[in-house]
């Protein structure tokens, strides 16, 4: 038995007539097709909690489809940041990429608003995160939609035949969301972020991040659990802690470099330093400069100043010291 499924659309930032053809390719057909609820959004990761796309987001219950222009990881974790939980759902697009996060469950607490976000249930819903950059053309999309939505949507109805009393959000989406056969549209655009994005499946709680970055991003929740407390404080265009994470866990979307942007990550995480074989800064040494070139543009002294400051009051007191011991010396 498989029944509906929601597919999101999330919209691209970008204007360019490639993307923008792909999207209304996408959408005419999938209006089309009764078995699809199609949600169209702005860009998932300039949402905010106040802007009516949350609202459309959390009114999903059931397993969802979510089609950006985001590596899947980093749409995933950009949705249970805003508070929209489930399980990470595999796509056979991104077949090997995704084998270090199959089965990744979003439960762990959001920053998100306090009524809704901050204890979230542990949704068994799948989600799914097709990132449209996988294929050019809309028809190829079409064949792995259907799949998905026969596995997710088979899948839910067992969990409710094997459960005497299935989860709250364990619907069969058949009849759980009436459709009008219009997509649901909350397409008006909003101004760009940038904000870190933690990778749970991947954080060790290690604190490198919340200690590494003067801007008051994150925090830690009642639990001891780094948070991404306040996103919109973080400086544009700054990649820095995510350089610092030991674990690679933390994600900027839309930076351009893909180990940064939430592309695939080698087996076992482990960073590749190539500045130890040639000589180049460290990733420490870069988000060092990242983060004083930040300072410095808020107005504020970069760490390398202190750090120089300090040690030439250092170096000062010790040559003090040395004089000192001189003078004892000749016990004047
Ligand atoms: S540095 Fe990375 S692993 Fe450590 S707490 Fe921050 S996100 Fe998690
Ligand atoms: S990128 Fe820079 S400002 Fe943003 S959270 Fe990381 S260290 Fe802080």
Redesign the pocket.
């Known amino acids: 038995m498989s029944g509906r499924i929601s597919v999101v659309l999330s919209q691209g930032q970008s204007r360019h007539p490639d993307k923008r053809k792909l999207e209304e390719e996408l959408v005419a057909e999938l209006i089309g097709r009764p078995q699809f609820d199609l949600c169209v959004i702005p860009n998932l990761y300039d949402i905010g909690w106040d802007d009516s796309a949350f609202l459309a987001l959390e009114g999903i219950t059931g397993p969802m489809i979510v089609l950006s222009w985001h590596y899947p990881r980093a749409a995933f974790w950009t949705l249970a940041q805003l508070g929209i939980h489930g399980r990470f759902g595999k796509s056979l697009l991104h077949e090997a990429e995704e084998e270090t996060d199959g089965g990744e469950e979003s439960s762990q607490s959001s920053s998100g608003p306090p009524s809704s976000a901050s204890d979230p249930p542990a949704s068994k819903r799948l989600i799914y995160c097709i990132d449209l950059r996988a294929r050019e053309r809309a028809e190829e999309y079409f064949e792995e939609l259907e799949r998905i939505r026969r596995e997710a949507t088979t899948r839910l109805y067992t969990l409710q035949l094997v459960s005497a009393s299935p989860p709250a959000d364990a619907e069969d989406t058949s009849t759980a969301q009436p459709t009008t056969g219009e997509p649901l549209a909350t397409t008006a655009p909003l101004r760009r972020r940038w904000y870190?994005v933690?990778?749970?499946g991947?954080?060790?709680?290690?604190?490198?991040?919340?200690d590494?970055c003067l801007f008051g991003v994150?925090g830690v929740d009642a639990m001891e659990q780094?948070l991404v407390e306040q996103p919109d404080n973080c400086r544009k265009g700054c990649p820095a802690?995510s350089r610092?994470?030991?674990?690679?866990?933390?994600i900027f979307p839309q930076h351009k470099s893909p180990a940064i942007a939430g592309g695939a990550v080698a087996d076992g995480g482990l960073k590749i330093d190539l500045s130890q074989l040639f000589g180049a800064p460290s990733a420490q040494e870069i988000a060092a400069r990242e983060r004083d070139e930040q300072l410095m543009l808020a107005g504020r002294t970069p760490v390398g100043q202190v750090q120089r400051q300090r040690d030439a009051a250092a170096a000062e007191r010790n040559e003090l010291d040395d004089m000192l011991d001189e003078l004892d010396a000749m016990e004047l």
Request: aromatic share 12%.
């Open positions: 870190p933690i990778d749970y991947r954080c060790t709680n290690c604190m490198e991040c919340i590494f994150y780094i802690c610092v994470c030991p674990e690679n866990a933390i």
